[in-house]
Structure formats: C-alpha cells, structure tokens
C-alpha cells in the first residue's frame, strides 16, 4: 500500500464489552471504505446481534450506513447471507440491487445452483433477470413444481447450446420462453398482434405500441418527423391504416 505507518487503536481485553467493540468496528468500517451488498448484509448481521436496541440500530446505525430505518429492510439484508457463496459472489460482481438479490433468496440452495448455472452463460441485464427471476418464481408457485425442471427444460438447452444465436438473442429467448409459460395466453395473443403490426406495413417514422399484457383498451401511435413536410405521408397512411382489417383486428385483443 505504500505506507510507513499504520494507525491503530489497541484496547486492554477488559476494557470494551461487545456492543461497544461492535459499535467502534462498525464506525471504522462506514468511515474506511464503501460497502458492498454482501458486506453491507454481514455489518447488518453483526450489528442486530450485537446491539439489542432495535430502536438504537433504526436511529443510529442505519442512516450512517444511508439506509431508511425498518425491520423489513434489515431482514431483507440478513437474508442475503442465506444465498450460497458462488451466488453472493455473483451478485457483488455484477453489482445487483437488493430487490433483485432479495428474490433469490426464496429458492433454494440447490435451485441456487441451477440459477447460478443459467445466470454464468447468459449475460442478462437487470432488467431481465429481473423478469426472468419473476416468471421463473410465478410458473412454479402456480404449477406447484420445482425450479429445477423448467431451468433444465428441453427448450432452454436448446436456446443456451445454439450456436447461431448471439449471447443477447439468447437472453431475450429465455425471457420469452418464461413469459409464455407464465402468460400463455398473452404470450399467444402478442404473436397474433405481431402478424396484424407486419400487415400494417408501418414506416420506420411511425412506432404502434401495445399496453402492457394487454390490458387498457386502446393502443398509441407515435410520429418522428425532422420536419413539417414529413407529416404529410404519415397522415395518409393513418388514414390508410384506419380502414386496414389489420388494426381492427389488433383492437380486438385489447
């Protein structure tokens, strides 16, 4: 590190019983360094242990760490510890919030392993290992089955063993995959809608965006024009795209 002298502070055995000793460790530890998910879980654990006083930790302890006081969180926290270590290890390198480490805690250890499996070959984004996590969670609370036998299924093989499919193509596949198991009929629906969009023949000038799951009743249209003569092909075909059968038949699924 370069330094010539290192300070320290050195107390008799008998002198700092343990909530004390906690107490000056924790403040050193805030001051010195940023934590991490994982560390910030470890001081948590320590401090609840250590300090009897919840009301002491909700006042005191948790805004030096920048954090709302309440219970949920802190088990939110503690709970991380409850991960298996390859998992804790993945969620500081790819720096996950705590919702997301949080949701992985309620597998376990051994649909951890098959998760960290997945997870290690595909570069999902948070986003979508958010929703991967989510689907993944609703599928086997509602089917009553085991994680393992959708992360091992035939379907999600075949997307990761590809070798024509980019890592990120791969990523929107199982996405895919777990939404049409959570949502079949959605999921169907989507791809009938995406049929009608192509038979619309929309210009690039002009996006049609659906509500999400299909739920709201009507549809947006959005225009990009550079300037005010561009709106003149794209009012034609708005009301060419009124009379098509084609987005009577996309309204119909809202």
Same mark, same amino acid.
């Given at each position: 590190l370069g330094l010539d002298t290192v300070e320290a502070f050195v107390y008799p055995g008998d002198s700092l019983d343990e909530q004390t000793a906690c107490t000056l460790n924790f403040l050193e530890?805030? !001051?010195?360094k940023s934590l991490n998910l994982m560390e910030m879980a470890l001081t948590l654990q320590k401090i609840v242990y250590f300090i009897a006083d919840r009301e002491n930790i909700h006042s005191n302890f948790l805004p030096l760490l920048g954090l709302e006081s309440g219970d949920l969180l802190l088990h939110k926290y503690i709970q991380l510890l409850a991960l298996i270590p390859d998992l804790q290890d993945y969620v500081v390198t790819h720096d996950l919030p705590?919702? $997301? =480490?949080?949701?992985?805690?309620?597998?376990?250890?051994?649909?951890?392993?098959s998760l960290l499996k997945l997870f290690s070959q595909m570069p999902f984004n948070r986003n979508?290992? @958010?929703? !991967? $996590?989510?689907?993944?969670?609703? !599928?086997?609370?509602?089917?009553? $089955? =085991?994680p393992d036998s959708i992360l091992q299924a035939k379907e999600i093989e075949e997307i990761v063993m590809h070798e024509k499919i980019s890592p990120m193509d791969k990523?929107?596949?199982i996405r895919q995959f777990l939404k049409k198991?959570?949502?079949?009929? !959605?999921?169907?629906?989507? @791809?009938? $809608?995406n049929h009608y969009k192509h038979e619309l023949r929309?210009?690039?000038?002009?996006?049609l965006s659906l509500p999400a799951y299909l739920e709201g009743g009507s549809l947006k249209i959005?225009?990009?024009?550079?300037?005010?003569?561009?709106?003149?092909p794209l009012s034609q075909k708005l009301i060419e795209i009124s009379q098509a059968p084609a987005l009577t038949k996309i309204l119909e699924f809202l």
């Open positions: 530890n805030t !001051v010195s705590l919702n $997301i =480490a949080y949701e992985l805690t309620q597998f376990t250890p051994e649909d951890q392993t979508k290992l @958010r929703e !991967v $996590i989510t689907n993944l969670k609703e !599928v086997c609370e509602r089917d009553r $089955i =085991a990523c929107e596949a198991l959570r949502y079949p009929t !959605v999921t169907d629906n989507e @791809r009938k $809608i929309l210009p690039k000038q002009m996006k959005e225009l990009k024009v550079k300037k005010p003569s561009d709106l003149l």
